[in-house]
């Protein structure tokens, strides 16, 4: 045996590297970033900000401030609290070595976001996927019977889910809840809150089961890596052990705060790509061949007639979207593109015409 086999599990051995392209010189419309910036003078206040930072010390863990400018803006119920992660993959990585009992599983939809099948691997749990039906809407029957055949641990809902750009039914997911009751507790991924304008968090004091995730990375501020949950006191305190106590830098934490206090420049963002959203879906309808799914997401998916083909055309015209047409056989000749500014989404419009 060598050394490799020697030392790594079979089932990393087994996987492929998270792949992500070089997008130097391209309009990246794959992966959801907002396109927006700050003005240039709350660029400079930032600037000063970040320069009084101490770097040369940790971060003191309790994240007090922080934490309170997240409750106190972004919606978190009265006496809940959150439970920081450098980006929400993160805290997808800690809900997973939590809940590592032997034999315990993952359960969520497929096709769906990707980490939360990856992160079970990672830490030795099952992951079991249920296939959304032919609508890409959540085939409840499916995963009541899913749920009740394996009795997961752990739940995952994206809402709005990721790649598909659909809501879930609402009644469908509640359903859900007191189906994995408490053997399990299932978590809402809200990474795409901001352009859904619906939300599970005030509905956390109805379940102890419930958690809501979130992140500020589509908001706009990917780069930083900060997500962010809550649910009952009593399984926060359980993630909060499995925490790396530094797990948020320095940086990272006098970012957010700063920008937490102009919280209304980044709604403002959201609303903008929201409306830009419902003109490009518009648009993309409009050509030859294409379908448009639904999106409460920055994001749509949509339908062509040779996936592949229209992604290598649409990198020639420097044009870099997702092929997610391989992801799942429900998607079949699907691409992701992200809702961007008026002139980029205008780029995509022309390439995508040009291309097929
Ligand atoms: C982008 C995305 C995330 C990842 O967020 P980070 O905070 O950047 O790690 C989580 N969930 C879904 C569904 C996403 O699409």
Redesign the pocket.
């Known amino acids: 045996m060598s050394l490799i086999e020697n030392i790594i599990r079979p089932e990393i051995r087994s996987l492929s590297a998270y792949h992500v392209p070089d997008s130097a010189g391209f309009v990246k419309l794959d992966a959801?970033e907002n396109p927006y910036t700050l003005s240039e003078d709350l660029k400079q206040q930032l600037a000063q900000r970040l320069s009084e930072v101490a770097m040369n010390r940790y971060p003191v863990p309790s994240y007090t401030a922080l934490k309170q400018a997240i409750c106190g803006k972004l919606g978190v119920p009265a006496g809940y609290e959150v439970v920081l992660?450098n980006?929400?993959?993160?805290l997808?990585a800690m809900i997973s070595v939590a809940c590592a009992k032997p034999g315990a599983k993952v359960l969520a939809p497929l096709p769906?976001?990707v980490?939360y099948a990856m992160s079970a691997r990672f830490a030795g749990l099952e992951f079991v996927g249920v296939p959304l039906a032919a609508d890409l809407s959540l085939d409840k029957e499916a995963m009541l019977a899913a749920i009740a055949e394996h009795r997961p641990a752990i739940v995952y809902l994206?809402y709005p889910?990721?790649p598909t750009g659909n809501l879930f039914d609402k009644g469908a997911m509640l359903e859900i809840i007191a189906a994995v009751g408490d053997t399990g507790m299932v978590v809402v991924?809200e990474?795409?809150q901001p352009f859904a304008q619906d939300s599970f968090m005030p509905l956390l004091p109805q379940f102890d089961n419930l958690l809501v995730?979130r992140?500020?990375?589509?908001l706009g501020l990917?780069g930083i890596?900060?997500?962010y949950m809550s649910g009952s006191a009593a399984l926060m305190a359980e993630f909060e052990k499995v925490r790396p106590p530094y797990n948020i830098n320095v940086l990272t934490q006098a970012a957010a705060e700063f920008v937490l206090q102009h919280v209304d420049v980044l709604d403002a963002q959201a609303a903008q790509l929201r409306e830009q959203r419902g003109k490009l879906a518009t648009a993309l309808a409009a050509l030859p061949k294409v379908k448009v799914f639904p999106s409460a997401a920055n994001f749509l998916l949509i339908r062509v007639e040779n996936a592949e083909q229209v992604f290598a055309k649409l990198l020639e015209h420097k044009i870099l979207v997702k092929n997610v047409g391989k992801m799942h056989s429900l998607l079949e000749n699907c691409l992701r593109v992200t809702v961007s500014t008026p002139e980029e989404n205008a780029a995509l419009l022309d390439a995508l015409a040009a291309s097929l």
């Open positions: 959801m992660g980006g929400s993959d993160e997808i769906g976001f980490m994206a889910n990721n991924d990474a795409y995730m992140t500020v990375s589509k990917a890596r900060l997500g």
